[in-house]
């Protein structure tokens, strides 16, 4: 009885193992992928990736790549829910102290997902809805976050994407991002210089060592976003990031 209960726990712990290996490659592998990323023997991977298949939650693509299937988006969207839910509280101590709209976003493919916001009291203010979603490289959040991915990631999920530019300032060229993500990663915090929206400044930073890469913003208009105002949005930011990072380690325990 226990051995039966200890394989069917491996089981779901490396089905899971391949699930995370997946995400982290963007979402989509190949076969020998999975087989140079994970110790697990090939059979084991077949096995797991049928099952997967056979439950939704792996597509195998005509390629004969592998990708996440749809029904995660179902639990990623109930875990966006209370992952928002859990950061309200810290975006609103950062709104009543600093008068603007904070935001907090997490990576969603080659893209962030907006997951709870929390609007300025102010009639001129910032507002995103929830469940929108932004490119990296010309916002403050998509910026802080592609700051503690790895220089390969970065340019993988921006070539899928591509750099559209909304905006005179926008991002261009992988060059210049890539510049801009060592001066984040210096100052450890992301600013969007009207790089989304004309008129408009956010700073922006990732949370600590999160399972999933995730970063709060505070913006609003460049008339009160201003050198004055980042020199209390960066301690608020800090000590908003900590919180979120200890909640996220409590629930996980």
């Known amino acids: 009885m226990s051995i039966k209960q200890a394989s069917g726990v491996q089981s779901v712990e490396r089905a899971f193992e391949l699930l995370e290996l997946m995400a982290r490659a963007g979402g989509e592998v190949t076969l020998t992928q999975l087989a140079t990323e994970t110790p697990l023997p090939l059979p084991t991977i077949h096995r797991l990736l049928r099952t997967l298949v056979g ?17 995660l988006i179902r639990l990623g969207e109930v875990a966006n829910r209370q992952l928002g839910a859990l950061a309200e509280p810290v975006l609103r101590e950062m709104v009543e102290q600093l008068g603007e709209s904070a935001n907090m976003a997490v990576l969603d493919g ?20 929830v ?70 400044r956010c700073f922006a930073m ?4 999160a399972p999933t890469p995730m970063a709060l913003s505070i913006s609003g208009p460049t008339t009160r976003v201003d050198a004055a105002f980042a020199d209390r949005a960066i301690p608020a930011l800090i000590l908003a990031t900590s919180k979120i990072a200890s909640a996220l380690v409590a629930v996980e325990n």
């Open 131 to 200: 469940g929108r979603r932004a490119n990296l490289h010309d916002t403050g959040v998509g910026k802080a976050i592609l700051s503690v991915l790895a220089d390969e990631r970065v340019r993988r999920l921006v070539g899928e994407a591509g750099m559209p530019t909304p905006t005179p300032n926008t991002i261009a060229t992988l060059p210049d991002l890539f510049t801009e993500l060592e001066r984040i990663r210096d100052v450890g915090y992301a600013v969007d210089e009207e790089e989304q929206e004309p008129g408009v």
């Open 206 to 209: 990732a949370v600590p060592g």
């Open 55 to 71: 439950i939704g939650y792996v597509r195998q693509l005509p390629s004969r790549r592998y990708s996440l299937g749809p029904r």
């Open 110 to 129: 080659d893209m962030v997902t907006y997951i709870s916001q929390v609007p300025s009291p102010h009639s001129m203010r910032m507002f995103t809805e």
